[in-house]
């Protein structure tokens, strides 16, 4: 594992292109309406990252030779689905909710957010997961301090999802982010001891992403090799800041007033 410790300029670089991740969620999150398709925002995003000069680490991007590159800047996650979905034809309807991962590369430095956005009005289940979700994003960023490990991040978010009775999903997570969208640490979302747990320290820039489902918390893989969806159908949610360790308080990097604002939000 290499972990890279950024000097100040360094997470103001970073800092720079989390401001062009969210001035583009933004936009995406006013476009979000029933009748849209997901492809539509992707363009939308597209085009919002060539005007600024920005490039997307999105687009392209391959885990491994068998997975084809994955084709959008966004990953456009609808319902059951719970991240890496694909955009294309599909019509947001009334009442879905839509999880919009997004990131951006500037000047060589890379930011990564999400959001879950509903489409028109949504059931009060729905609303509550989204509330939930954002909330457990808020907790997680309160505990990556110095002096803490990563595990410590994962617990806060797993334990305060469990207290509202939904369920923090298995295997994926967050990571380490700079020159690369994915750098080390992993920050699983869901706590296992068995796994490597480093302390945080100041100059660590991390993405911090719970992924939350109303029911169980297994989740598989469709044969597009991209889009994961809930095991058992239920609706998942998934917000994401990108977040520097410092000497003092966690410095959100993709912060909008707005997003630390939801009903149960809370800035640290
Ligand atoms: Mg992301
Ligand atoms: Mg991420």
Request: aromatic share 4%; proline share 6%.
């Amino acid at each position: 594992m290499t972990i890279q410790y950024r000097s100040r300029t360094e997470i103001e670089s970073i800092r720079r292109a989390g401001q062009v991740v969210m001035d583009i969620l933004e936009m995406l999150r006013a476009a979000t309406r029933p009748g849209v398709t997901t492809g539509e925002l992707d363009a939308l995003a597209a085009s919002e990252l060539k005007r600024r000069g920005a490039t997307s680490n999105f687009k392209g991007y391959t885990p491994a030779k068998r997975v084809p590159p994955f084709p959008g800047v966004i990953c456009a996650s609808v319902n059951n689905e719970v991240v890496h979905g694909i955009p294309g034809k599909r019509v947001l309807k009334e009442g879905d909710i839509i999880a919009i991962d997004f990131g951006a590369i500037v000047d060589g430095w890379h930011g990564d957010s999400a959001i879950t956005v509903p489409v028109g009005q949504v059931a009060p289940e729905a609303r509550r997961l989204l509330d939930v979700t954002r909330a457990a994003l808020w907790q997680a960023i309160a505990a990556a301090r110095a002096g803490n490990h990563v595990l410590d991040i994962s617990r806060a978010a797993q334990e305060y999802v469990e207290s509202r009775g939904f369920s923090m999903v298995e295997r994926y997570g967050g990571h380490g982010i700079g020159r690369e969208m994915h750098e080390d640490p992993f920050i699983p979302n869901r706590t296992d001891e068995r796994m490597p747990n480093p302390l945080l320290r100041p100059g660590m820039v991390i993405c911090i992403e719970p992924m939350v489902n109303i029911g169980k918390p297994g989740t598989r893989e469709l044969s597009d090799h991209w889009t994961v969806v809930t095991a058992d159908g239920s609706l998942s949610a998934h917000f994401e800041h990108t977040v520097a360790i410092t000497t003092g308080d966690p410095l959100v990097l993709t912060d909008l007033a707005r997003e630390a604002t939801g009903a149960e939000g809370r800035a640290v």
